[in-house]
């Protein structure tokens, strides 16, 4: 076997990995689009049934009910959309009169969502959820198959009379190609499934472009602090280190100019002491200047930085990268900072025995998740490092997410923004 051939197996066995993580997290984003298209269904009737209502004289005054049942399903909607992928801003309260409410605009897509994701929501998530089992009931029909009345035909071909063991691994074999259907198409599906509720449940251009432009406010707020902070630490760093020991150096050539005149045997002591100074000096630039952006991340690329890291954390750490391409040298500098600030926080302050990590690219989003089992109770407030992680996200206009209850584990999970 080749080189080439050796080198192409690995990423065959990548790539299939990778393609089953998106169809297990579509397979998950699809059942809970599925309910929330049930809910949808129920008050899409509810719906209905005060329109006809309405139109006898007699629903009017359950009208204010029906689009708070909307409203909650929505918002619920919302949440879900929110927590895979961009957040999905809420709508304001509904307003108090029943024709007011009925004339915002908000409200009417509200309703169109309700049809749409009721009625298409609603068959995709079933389709979607019926694939994966499908593709399971075929798979283990050899299993099973002996319990079927003799004469009897297989899931999924009924033209096929099953007769023993020969005909029932066929079956199976008709599983093994749904199941890559279902790798296949679930994704799809998924982005489907959601795309109603991202058009039409996100408020109106208006609406949108105020709550961005506070977003970017507080991220050029945060972007400013992150900055001044980090002004300040080469400023502490470079007085407490490099400056003193410039001094010591400025010292002792003065004392070896001096004993050159008086002793000029001692003048190479002081001179050896000089050459001491002016290699910590050295040492202690070439720190701050590694703090600045790690040469590491230029020579050997972000994955191979995050190895170093990992390789070298106090607590025994597995992290795993999956990055295709470079990412912008800031974002790197971002993620090798974050990654080092989280694992020197679970050395300090979680007693933990392991941590694990992943460093993934998902579309335009570059993804890092480290979780511990440690004692948990991670408080920002508390200052172990967290409000410095945060503000550097944020300087990027990206987001943290702390889960770390009583008892652990701990979770910090980041996303920055990294191009298309």
């Keep these: 076997m080749t080189v080439a051939q050796q080198e192409k197996r690995p990423r065959k066995a990548g790539f299939l990995l990778s393609r089953l993580g998106l169809a297990v997290d579509a397979l998950e984003h699809l059942v809970g689009g599925l309910g929330t298209a049930m809910l949808a269904l129920a008050a899409l009737f509810w719906t209905a049934v005060v329109a006809v209502l309405s139109v006898?004289?007699?629903?009017?005054?359950?009208?204010?009910?029906?689009?708070?049942?909307?409203?909650?399903?929505?918002?619920?909607?919302?949440?879900?959309?929110?927590?895979?992928?961009?957040?999905?801003?809420?709508?304001?309260?509904?307003?108090?009169?029943?024709?007011?409410?009925?004339?915002?605009?908000?409200?009417?897509r509200e309703l169109s969502w309700l049809l749409l994701h009721a009625t298409f929501g609603f068959a995709i998530g079933l389709l979607g959820l019926g694939l994966p089992l499908y593709a399971v009931q075929s798979l283990s029909f050899p299993l099973w198959f002996e319990l079927l009345p003799p004469g009897s035909t297989g899931p999924g071909v009924s033209f096929w009379r099953i007769d023993g063991i020969g005909d029932a691994l066929v079956v199976g074999l008709t599983g093994l190609g749904w199941f890559f259907v279902?790798?296949?198409?679930?994704?799809?599906?998924?982005?489907?499934?959601?795309?109603?509720?991202?058009?039409?449940l996100a408020p109106s251009a208006e609406v949108d472009l105020s709550l961005r432009v506070s977003q970017l406010s507080s991220s050029r707020a945060a972007a400013?602090?992150?900055?001044a902070v980090e002004l300040r630490r080469i400023e502490r760093s470079l007085h407490d280190g490099a400056q003193?020991?410039?001094v010591a150096v400025n010292v002792f050539l003065g004392a070896a100019r001096r004993a050159l005149a008086r002793d000029p045997a001692t003048a190479?002591?002081?001179?050896?002491?000089?050459?001491?100074?002016?290699?910590?000096a050295?040492?202690?630039?070439?720190t701050v200047a590694r703090g600045i952006l790690p040469p590491v991340l230029a020579d050997r690329g972000l994955a191979g930085a995050l190895a170093g890291l990992a390789a070298g954390s106090g607590v025994p750490c597995e992290l795993e990268v999956e990055i295709a391409g470079r990412c912008p040298a800031s974002v790197e500098a971002a993620a090798y900072f974050v990654v080092a600030e989280a694992l020197t926080n679970v050395a300090k302050?979680?007693?933990?025995?392991?941590?694990?990590?992943?460093?993934?690219?998902?579309?335009d989003q570059l993804v890092i998740v480290i979780e511990d089992d440690g004692r948990g109770g991670a408080d920002e407030r508390r200052g172990s490092g967290l409000t410095g992680i945060r503000r550097r996200v944020e300087a990027f206009d990206g987001s943290l997410t702390l889960t770390s209850p009583a008892g652990g584990p701990t979770v910090l999970r980041v996303e920055l923004p990294c191009g298309s």
Excluded at 269 to 275: E, G
């Design 56 to 108: 006898l004289g007699v629903g009017v005054f359950l009208i204010p009910s029906a689009l708070q049942v909307t409203r909650a399903i929505a918002d619920r909607e919302r949440a879900r959309l929110t927590r895979w992928g961009p957040d999905v801003i809420g709508a304001e309260p509904l307003a108090d009169g029943r024709w007011q409410a009925l004339r915002d605009p908000a409200v009417r």
């Design 182 to 200: 279902t790798i296949a198409i679930n994704p799809v599906l998924a982005r489907l499934q959601a795309r109603p509720g991202r058009r039409l």
């Design 224 to 227: 400013l602090d992150a900055h």
């Design 244 to 246: 003193n020991r410039l």
């Design 268 to 280: 190479d002591a002081v001179l050896a002491q000089a050459q001491d100074a002016a290699e910590l």
């Design 282 to 286: 050295l040492a202690e630039l070439r």
């Design 349 to 363: 302050h979680s007693a933990a025995t392991s941590v694990a990590g992943t460093v993934r690219r998902e579309r």
